[in-house]
């Protein structure tokens, strides 16, 4: 079985800009979260979706929003870019529940 | 609101000695925790939950409420052991994980 992927892997951008990265999960898996990784801040929730719905959402601004699709494949965007962006973003997918995730191999962002 | 605290960033011993990575939590409810494991150049990935009391690769984890914590342990380090090792809490009224900021495991030969 395939496992999770991210495209694209890396990218570069600059401030002010916006950014979308996609994340398709392992096949029948329905909830995909993300999660922002930095050497300050570690492991950051940022939401998750079940069935194309929001079902949580972390403590970041309205600048980060996601969407998902009938396929389960989900996008997250960034707008409006900030040097504190910069980051590795991981989706993860499970079958029901964040219980048993399964990771991807993140994109890496940078924000110059 | 939750919190997960992994108090040793870095943590070294020999093969063969027994090791124990520290996870203590804060959390008001019943909690659900987890150790998640990243070897260099892969995945995070999970290693055990602590509902199924199971030992995965000789590690193991055991919940103790009354101290608020969920300590990894191995009686016989392994040099394959080194990785990056995260506790990871779930619970909270958005259902999340919160991870704590991980311990970077070095097994010397």
């Known amino acids: 079985k395939a496992g999770v992927t991210q495209t694209p892997r890396y990218l570069i951008k600059t401030r002010g800009q916006q950014v979308t990265l996609s994340c398709s999960p392992i096949?029948?898996?329905?909830?995909v979260s993300w999660y922002q990784q930095t050497p300050g801040q570690g492991l950051q929730f940022l939401f998750e979706y079940f069935s194309e719905t929001q079902r949580n959402k972390g403590n970041f601004p309205g600048r980060f929003s996601g969407r998902q699709f009938s396929n389960s494949r989900s996008e997250m965007n960034v707008s409006t870019l900030e040097l504190g962006d910069s980051a590795l973003y991981l989706c993860?997918?499970?079958?029901?529940?964040?219980?048993?995730?399964?990771f991807g191999p993140g994109t890496r962002l940078l924000v110059l | 609101a939750q919190r997960v605290t992994q108090p040793e960033k870095l943590l070294s011993v020999f093969k063969g000695a027994p090791v124990e990575l520290k996870c203590n939590y804060s959390y008001s409810g019943s909690p659900e925790l987890f150790w998640y494991v990243q070897y260099s150049r892969q995945r995070l990935q999970l290693l055990l939950r602590?509902?199924s009391r199971e030992s995965i690769k000789g590690f193991t984890a055991d919940l103790n409420k009354g101290e608020t914590s969920f300590h990894l342990k191995k009686p016989f380090a392994q040099e394959e052991d080194s990785a990056m090792y995260y506790c990871a809490l779930l619970g909270g009224s958005n259902y999340k994980l919160t991870f704590g900021k991980g311990t970077l495991l070095t097994v010397n030969p």
């Open positions: 096949s029948g898996h329905r909830s």
């Open positions: 993860a997918s499970s079958l029901g529940g964040p219980e048993t995730q399964y």
């Open positions: 602590h509902i």
